[in-house]
């Protein structure tokens, strides 16, 4: 996908659509794109997020184990934003984020907002 085409993709997310193009221009500059495979996992429990992650297409999942097994506590669909946030508190997640079925998501590290 080349930057053009993300922007344009970029500008017609669900959360992330509002935002000034430049700035839009501004994430794919300082972002990539992956495609992660059905089963992989995307953040470890008690391990840093590493990124701002926005989806693009399929779904994330956190599965939390409390014993009995992992359990799905909250999905993110196309058009959502997890990961590192602004303003947010959370260093690791409660459990794995995984990608249950393979989809598309675009990432934006940390060192680039801190460059900017």
């Not at 993709?9 to 992660?36: C, D, F, M, N, Y």
């Not at 409390?66 to 909250?74: E, F, L, Q, T, Y």
């Amino acid at each position: 996908m080349i930057a053009r085409d993300l922007i344009d993709r970029l500008a017609e997310h669900k959360t992330l659509g509002p935002a000034p193009r430049t700035e839009l221009e501004w994430l794919v500059a300082h972002g990539s794109i992956q495609k992660l495979n059905t089963g992989e996992v995307l953040s470890v429990k008690g391990h840093q997020v590493e990124a701002l992650y926005i989806i693009l297409a399929g779904r994330l999942a956190l599965f939390v184990d409390r014993g009995a097994g992992p359990n799905k506590v909250v999905e993110w669909r196309e058009g959502d934003v997890t990961g590192l946030l602004p303003y947010s508190r959370m260093v690791s997640p409660p459990g794995d984020v995984c990608a249950p079925w393979s989809r598309w998501r675009f990432s934006q590290y940390p060192a680039s907002i801190s460059g900017r």
